[in-house]
T-cell receptor, first 115, second 114 residues
């Protein structure tokens, strides 16, 4: 069975601090896909990034970066120089591939960035 | 930028009533999904739909639930006889391809069962 663990329930930082959101996943599949979604206070789910299990290259997009490490089954998300608009719940999700389309979500990490 | 839309944004219904939640997926997408999120909890998969049939469903998706694509644009979730525990935010999503593809979510319908 697939499982995603986001151990940090809530994180609070001051603007301009860097913050890392942890995600640990479990799957027996060799091909799988990992995602991060943002849920701002307005409630919608916004897609941020997708990674497949064969691509361990880290990715940077502006102030966002992602660190994928198969050896530790982790897919961590770092926000550099956080801003108040980054305040949201962030979900890590896993798709096991192999004919399944469903996303298995972690419980989310609520990030509050204070001015 | 194309987006998934959902109506209504909020639905209040009495226990035992039928509700239909509506979604318009992104037009060139071929795979459609419903998820739900009970308040303050994680997002849970309900069902995926491709080529006019259910391709996968979770244990939550029992006989009380059904999905339909009645025309070329709408995708609906019907709950036949609502229960208090069906109160949740229901998200529709769509993707171009199936497994591994990024799914784009609508804004959600908040269902309140009283």
């Amino acid at each position: 069975a697939q499982k995603v663990t986001q151990a940090q329930t809530e994180i609070s930082v001051v603007e301009k601090e860097d913050v890392t959101l942890d995600c640990v996943y479990e799957t027996r599949d060799t091909t799988y896909y990992l995602f991060w979604y943002k849920q701002p206070p307005s409630g919608e789910l916004v897609f941020l990034i997708r990674r497949n299990s064969f691509d361990e290259q880290n990715e940077i997009s502006g102030r966002y970066s992602w660190n994928f490490q198969k050896s530790t089954s982790s897919f961590n998300f770092t926000i550099t120089a956080s801003q108040v608009v980054d305040s949201a719940v962030y979900f890590c999700a896993l798709n096991k591939g192999g004919g399944s389309e469903k996303l298995v979500f972690g419980k989310g990490t609520k990030l509050t960035v204070n001015p | 930028e194309p987006e998934v839309t959902q109506t209504p944004s909020h639905q209040v219904t009495q226990m035992g009533q039928e509700v239909i939640l509506r979604c318009v997926p992104i037009s060139n997408h071929l795979y459609f999904y419903w998820y739900r999120q009970i308040l303050g909890q994680k997002v849970e998969f309900l069902v995926s739909f491709y080529n006019n049939e259910i391709s996968e469903k979770s244990e939550i998706f029992d006989d009380q639930f059904s999905v339909e694509r009645p025309d070329g644009s709408n995708f609906t979730l019907k709950i036949r006889s609502t229960k208090l525990e069906d109160s949740a935010m229901y998200f529709c999503a769509s993707s171009v391809r199936g497994r591994g593809d990024e799914q784009y979510f609508g804004p959600g319908t908040r269902l309140t069962v009283t």
